[in-house]
């Protein structure tokens, strides 16, 4: 049989940074600035949690919705934390990370022929996901002088009598951007005039080293058009555990529950009690966030040290350095300086066109490791 795989899906790469890995993992002594992952383990009162629930037999699936205990601890966590509140009941979904809450979200909402306008560089699934909802992404590019900030007048540019929504991520992966309130106003003075609903990606939001996060759905009249999607994965440093949940309008969390009740049923119950935990634990997350935020100083001034620009990071933990002067493509730097220096960095065009020119550098590292890799990529450039 011919056209054994679907249009929409042999159209879309596989994604550029498991291929570094891949390389990386036949080497020794390899320094991993990689990952989009913490390196610590999730903290003991959270993983304990979980180990009781499995000697209290806790194995059965859960309501689709999630556990009642958990919804409510988020409806009141997230009230407590920027104001909006989420019925427990219907507008608060709990999922399998935020990976199935945007891929439900997404094919929740879009017919095909609409178009999602999506800032690059961004993370890679928004692109993939929206294609395989059967949408079209539509870029708008951030840039370094801008601070990587998705900017309100290139975006109206891009939208046409097709658009339906628009994906948001601040902090951001790859580029560390966050967006200030006023600077959120002007997209969602433009999202309502367009009549756009907004899926809002806010999984690094508890990773913000400068000034305080801004929930997208707190601003004026965005609770009814957003779609907020957030998870455990980072701040908790359970990304192997699988949970995140989407938080909206009663319609939109609906019409997601109806596919995620088809496709995954629940979020593993484990992984659900161990949540509940984790929105109790505060002192850990916070020394986790210290830590970050001392390896972003570090990595920052590591990299101008060795003569590469870099836009000061101000969430998550990723540095984007600007490599282009070195005479060298994103991909040709990543994989020479794996090649020679044993250092593992993502390219920054995998992450849309417009990072052509730059680097993703992880610092969820040891402070120990994060020097050595600067040394090494020091050392690479000076043998340029
Ligand atoms: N959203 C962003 C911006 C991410 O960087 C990642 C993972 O790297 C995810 C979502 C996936 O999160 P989860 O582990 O909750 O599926």
Redesign the pocket.
Known sequence: MKNRVADRVSQIRGSGIREFFDIAQRMDDVISLGV??PDFVTPWSIREACIFALEKGYTSYTSNWGLSELRQALSDYTYRETGVYYDPEDEILIT???????DIALRAVLNSNDEVIVHEP??V?YKPCTIFAGATPVCVDTEMRDGFKLRADKMETKITDKTKAVIL?YP??PTGATMERKDLEEIADVASEHDLLVIS?E??GKLTYEGKHTCFASLNGMKERTIL?N????AYA??GW???YAMGPRDLIGAMMKIHQYIMLCAPITAQMAALEALKCSTEVEDMVAAYNRRRRLMVRGLKEIGLSCFEPKG?FYAFPYIANTGLTSEEFARQLLMTEKVVVIPGNVFGACGEGFIRCSYAVSEYELKEALERIGKFISGL
């Open positions: 989009g992952e399998t990370g935020v990976s199935e809450a945007l961004s993370y699934s991520n951001n992966n990606d999984i690094y999607l998870g455990f994965s980072k359970m990304t699988r949970i995140g998550a």
